[in-house]
Every structure is written in structure tokens, then in C-alpha cells.
């Protein structure tokens, strides 16, 4: 079984209300699920990942991707024995555990266990 099941693409967006349609529409879906994490509000609307909030906090959330994984501790271990580093976590975040890891090639990814609900 592969350890990431979907990725998203993380989108900064100036205002989520204006930005949620366009996104609906690409998605072709009306589940919207909105959530905040620190002082950053999101939206998940498909294989999207709508972020919103103040420009010096919106830095601290450059990632390439957020990975929706199977394992989180599956993905640790395959982050580190290939060269990567966790910088954050794994810890309890809205949808699930969650950590920040660069990979070995620099890029920095958010991982997601998502909660069984």
C-alpha cells in the first residue's frame, strides 16, 4: 500500500469567501470543509487547499504540497531513512496528525494522518 493516498495543492488566497466559487467549480464539489490552524484560516475544497491570513504568518506556511497520508509514522521513516529531516511534529492538528519535513532534495512538504470519522 503506497503511504500517500492524495496531495493537495496549497493555494494563498487574499480572501477565502471571494476565491471559494472558482474552487467549488474547478473541484466540482460543494464540500467545503473550513477550519483555522494558529491564525491562518483554511478551506479544503477538493484537491485544493485554500490558506488565508497576514502576510508575515502566511511565510511560516510555505509548503509545495500537503500530503494526505495512509501512516504518518510510515511517512517518518521513509522521510528520514531517504535523506529528509522533520522540522515539526508529528502532532494532534485539526484533520489529524500532522508534521513538516524537508526531504533530502530541500523541498518542504505537510504531512496529514487524517482523523477516521
Keep these: 500500500m503506497p503511504i500517500v ?11 477565502i469567501e471571494l476565491a ?8 466540482g464539489t460543494s464540500d467545503i ?19 488565508c491570513g497576514p502576510a508575515e504568518s502566511m511565510e511560516d506556511y510555505q509548503r509545495v504540497a500537503t500530503l494526505i497520508v495512509n501512516d504518518i509514522g510510515a511517512a517518518v521513516t521513509a522521510v528520514e531513512a531517504n535523506g529528509g ?6 502532532a494532534e492538528a485539526p484533520n489529524g ?8 532534495d530541500h523541498a ?9 470519522t
Excluded at 471559494?20 to 473541484?27: E, F, K, V
Design 97 to 104: 496528525p500532522r508534521m513538516i519535513a524537508r526531504h533530502g
Design 20 to 27: 471559494l466559487p472558482l474552487y467549488a467549480a474547478l473541484s
Design 33 to 51: 470543509r473550513r477550519f483555522s490552524f494558529r491564525d491562518i484560516e483554511l478551506a479544503w475544497v477538493g484537491n485544493f487547499l485554500l490558506l
Design 5 to 15: 493516498d492524495s496531495v493537495l495543492a496549497r493555494v494563498p488566497v487574499e480572501d
Design 85 to 90: 529531516t522533520v522540522l515539526e511534529g508529528p
Design 108 to 116: 518542504v512538504f505537510e504531512y496529514i494522518e487524517l482523523n477516521q
